[in-house]
């Protein structure tokens, strides 16, 4: 036992011998850095980059400078100096970029640093794409007024290498003697450097490391990692400092609770340090760190040096009146426009406070007051939890959140930053909401529209009774030849109704009745609901007929009016028909104007245009007024850019063409065969080409695209709707007259089309169907009017008579009865339609001036009628093809009436029959038996010859 002790000692007495050179070495050299290291530091912003420069104790051999945005890195040295100074070029924020300064002698590091701009949460720098860095002369003048303060993050001196393995070494055989790797050493203190022990690659076999001191490892070949853990000595803030790696090599560091959950990571490119802050945890707390190289880097001698950080909270205060409020289900109650005064207690003390919402609003928060010692941030939770709004600026400076969001309950959340210390003085937190308010926009005729002295003119039913008057007034022509620009054709100025903040001009068109009753009831919805005129519910009236892009300036006043008047930062907006167009056009024009929109719903809106615009540019159309003419509102279209945009475009004859499988437009030829015509020619009956030029690029900005905004769109889908037209006669079609016309027929709301309405540009859109009884009427319905009131309060389900995919309605098969001569032969005409099941009789009537007399005409069959060149006139019954019917053309004067018959179905028409020519004698009686399975007609008691319908 004695020759045992006896050679130990002699062994242990050369290995002293051997390590006193290198030990003594070790100490010169880092009394050479003692007092190292950073005399002076500087930072600004200089020409739009920041300038950095660092004044060194003493010079060195080398100087390492490196610059990292976590995604990239530079480093530039400078040989044989003790200054460094570089320029950088960066799209990052400050707090995103690390400066690493290094210093060298004989290859090996001797010291480090690591820095930050210290304001980096509010500050940013350089608009590159890319991080640049440039080596850059050296400067005096740092006391500039743009100069930024430099946080030292990290100031070490370095270990030699060698010294390290020594260490290693000697811990290995401690720990190997004590065979208590995860306990601390035996008759050793916690409060010490420790060495990487193998194997470690698994958080059960982590290593130890103590709080404020460093651990030293190596990553010895590829796919080595290497986890050490830390048990906190008191609650507090830590930060975590991976450096002096080996040369070339990319190592990462991680971080994770006790439960393996990832907390933070620091992914720094090259051999850059990582570094983590904004860690805390509680006394006694585990954390573990996981060190691996990246892409495979290691360094089979190298060690790597990681260190924490720790500081202790300060001592709790006094609780508040608030609390306990440290977690959501504790949120104290608060109210709107209230101002709370609390405390902050601990460093780990969250204040939690609940505010509910019954209107959706923007919602004001500021935190203020806060102690020059503290950093609080603010945050802003939903109902769910979920995180909607955060601030979180450096140090003592305010917070704000401003937030709009739907009704319910919000959470408010007030807490210490990692970087706080503790102060006792109360913060304010101030709590402010702002119902967000409603706009109301019209379609196509949906505005009064007044005249110079201030009378409506759109619409009062004395001036559409006479059409002249109307006609007069709303008629347009170009500014010039071949202009796309309109101006009144008689010198009237015309202007939008505007009273009671636009809400009287678009509430009830008429001014005698409730004949034009729009958004009437909506309105009466809104203000049951708590919204107020002038306040948070506003209309937009404009003049209809004009381009719809003329209307933006307007339409952004309008936004402006209601966000002054509510206070809040969004607004909701109600479309229907054309003016949901509007709004896609103003979004689309500049996506800026996103951020002023919280909700946008449209009603029944014809997104890729609407066949009846065709019709009403070359056969006229009566906007759905009963006192207006064809011809009327042909002489209102003709010149009017908006009726042209809402014309069917390019996508409109895809879809066309992929569900019914023909175009558009087309024509019959002799043998009642259909033949496709381009979209083209369709526009080339257009009357104004110009405007026809001006609708083509307008459609290339709406088609297949959508506004970066919450949107609903309603859509009517079950009532016979035109979707295309079919010309009668051969090639070329100007041979025939124009009033030989067929409507093909699909799904929709009676005026737009299924596939028009429900394809706003975006196969992932929120649409809602409704059955209704016509494209007007949406506005009224009860069921539409329910659904927008539930999505203006953020609720996306569907109520009672509205579904999320189209109803299962049975297309109709529909025949149409078309009446076609000159306006004399109309003068005073009825027509009588009995139901034979039950004996009801329809009349249709024309006035004396032979005009379809609406008023006194059928509401159960759908009437069209259109106009042609000179006195050419034509009228359509359509009926439901099943039914059993007699229509009774009663007239004691000869007439040059043809009648003439079509099925359509499907988008498609066939069975063309010629019951009456024009040119035959005519009849004092003429009577139509139709039914299911055949059509017999005859004038006088005497059955004519149905033929099927040819052109010479």
């Not at 853990?229 to 450096?243: A, C, H, M, R």
């Not at 010149?639 to 390019?650: F, S, T």
């Not at 009357?687 to 309603?714: C, E, F, G």
């Not at 539409?784 to 999320?804: C, D, Y």
């Amino acid at each position: 036992m004695a020759k045992l002790l006896k050679s130990m000692i002699w062994l242990l007495t050369l290995v002293l011998i051997a390590i006193q050179p290198v030990a003594t070495a070790a100490s010169a050299k880092s009394k050479q850095t003692e007092g190292l290291f950073i005399k002076e530091k500087a930072a600004w912003i200089e020409n739009g980059r920041l300038y950095v420069q660092v004044e060194l104790e003493r010079e060195y051999p080398r100087i390492a400078l490196t610059v990292s945005t976590g995604e990239e890195t530079e480093e530039i040295s400078f040989e044989d100096t003790d200054r460094a100074a570089i320029l950088i070029d960066t799209q990052a924020q400050f707090g995103q970029v690390l400066f690493s300064i290094k210093t060298y002698e004989d290859q090996e590091m001797v010291a480090s640093s690591l820095l930050r701009i210290a304001d980096h949460e509010s500050s940013s720098v350089g608009n590159s794409l890319h991080l640049q860095v440039e080596q850059a002369n050296w400067s005096d003048q740092t006391e500039l007024s743009n100069t930024l303060e430099l946080e030292l993050l990290t100031n070490v001196d370095a270990m030699p290498q060698a010294m390290i393995k020594k260490q290693a070494e000697r811990y290995e055989k401690d720990w190997k003697k004590s065979k208590q790797k995860n306990e601390q050493m035996p008759g050793k203190t916690s409060n010490q450097d420790r060495y990487e022990i193998e194997s470690n690659d698994t958080m059960s076999k982590a290593d130890w490391i103590t709080a404020n001191h460093s651990g030293y490892g190596r990553i010895g070949k590829a796919g080595d990692i290497d986890y050490w853990k830390v048990k906190l000595p008191e609650s507090g803030n830590f930060t975590v400092w991976l450096g002096e790696m080996p040369t070339n090599q990319n190592y990462n560091v991680y971080v994770y609770d006790a439960g393996g959950n990832e907390v933070k990571r620091s992914e720094n490119n090259a051999s850059m340090d990582e570094w983590i802050d904004g860690l805390s945890g509680e006394r006694n707390q585990f954390f573990y760190l996981l060190i691996k190289g990246e892409d495979d880097s290691f360094d089979k001698y190298g060690y790597y040096r990681l260190k924490i950080d720790f500081a202790a909270e300060s001592v709790e205060s006094k609780p508040d009146e608030y609390e306990p409020n440290d977690e959501a289900k504790q949120a104290t109650l608060i109210q709107s426009d209230q101002t709370v005064l609390a405390t902050i207690h601990t460093l780990k003390d969250v204040d939690y406070y609940k505010l509910s919402l019954d209107m959706p609003s923007t919602i004001y928060l500021e935190l203020s007051d806060i102690s020059e010692e503290m950093d609080l941030d603010l945050f802003l939770l939903d109902s769910t939890k979920k995180q909607v709004g955060r601030s979180e600026n450096p140090k003592n400076k305010n917070e704000t959140i401003s937030y709009s969001g739907n009704p319910g309950d919000y959470y408010i959340k007030v807490a210490a930053s990692q970087k706080s210390k503790l102060s006792h003085k109360p913060y304010k937190l101030s709590v402010g909401a702002k119902t967000i308010p409603v706009i109301l926009i019209p379609g196509i005729g949906g505005s009064q529209l007044a005249v110079d002295n201030g009378k409506v003119t759109w619409i009062n039913e004395v001036d559409v009774a006479s059409n002249q008057i109307i006609e007069r007034n709303l008629a347009l022509i170009p500014v010039s030849p071949g202009s796309n620009k309109v101006t009144s054709k008689n010198g009237v100025t015309i202007t939008p109704v505007t009273e009671e903040y636009g809400l009287d001009g678009i509430e009830n068109l008429t001014v005698m009745s409730k004949m034009g009753n729009q958004y009437h009831d909506l309105i009466s919805d809104l203000q049951d609901a708590g919204y107020e005129k002038g306040k948070t519910l506003f209309g937009f009236p404009y003049d209809w007929r004009l381009d719809i892009r003329e209307q933006h300036p307007l339409f952004q006043s309008k936004i402006k009016e209601a966000l002054v008047a509510s206070g809040a930062q969004k607004v909701q907006l109600v479309a229907h028909s054309m003016g949901g167009i509007l709004v896609k056009d103003y979004l689309l024009a500049d996506s800026r104007r996103a951020a002023q929109i919280h909700n946008v719903i449209t009603i029944g809106t014809p997104y890729l245009g609407a066949a009846a615009a065709s019709k009403a540019l070359i056969q006229g159309y009566n906007f759905g007024i009963l006192l207006l003419m064809p011809l009327t509102g042909f002489k209102i279209a003709e010149n009017a850019p908006a009726v042209y945009q809402l014309a069917p475009g390019d996508e409109y004859e895809r879809q066309m063409l992929a569900q019914f499988n023909r175009t558009v437009y087309g024509y019959i030829d002799r043998l009642q065969k259909f033949n496709p015509l381009p979209l083209s020619e369709l526009k080339k009956e257009y009357p104004n080409k110009p405007l026809t030029a001006l609708a083509q690029s307008r459609r290339a900005v709406w088609d297949n695209k959508y506004p970066n905004v919450k949107q609903a769109h309603i859509v009517g889908d079950s009532q016979n709707t035109i979707i295309g037209l079919n010309r009668w006669g051969e090639l070329p079609i100007n041979q025939n007259p124009s009033l030989y016309i067929e409507y093909i027929f699909g799904r929709g709301d009676g005026t737009v089309p299924l596939f028009s309405a429900n394809n706003p540009g975006s196969t992932k859109a929120n649409i809602f169907y409704t059955k209704t009884d016509g494209h007007m009427e949406l506005l009224k319905e009860a069921p539409v009017r329910k659904q927008v009131m539930s999505l203006l309060r953020g609720n996306e389900g569907t109520v009672a008579g509205i579904q999320k995919t189209p109803h299962n309605v049975k297309q109709q098969s529909l025949t149409a009865y078309s009446f076609t001569g000159d306006k004399s032969d109309f003068r005073e005409l009825q027509l009588h339609i009995r139901n034979k099941e039950n004996d009801q009789v329809e009349l249709v009537q024309f006035t004396a001036e032979g005009d379809l007399d609406r008023e006194q005409s059928t509401k159960n069959y759908l009437l069209e009628d259109a106009v042609g060149s000179g006195e050419r006139y034509n009228l359509q019954i359509i009926v439901e093809t099943k039914a059993d019917l007699e229509i009774i053309v009663d007239d004691g004067r000869e007439n040059g009436l043809s009648i003439s018959s079509y099925d359509s179905k499907d988008g498609r028409t066939a069975n063309q029959l010629l019951l009456k020519q024009a040119g035959m004698k005519s009849p004092q009686k003429i009577t139509i038996e139709h039914n299911r399975s055949q059509r017999n007609v005859k004038a006088d008691g005497k059955a004519l010859k149905i033929m099927p319908l040819q052109f010479d």
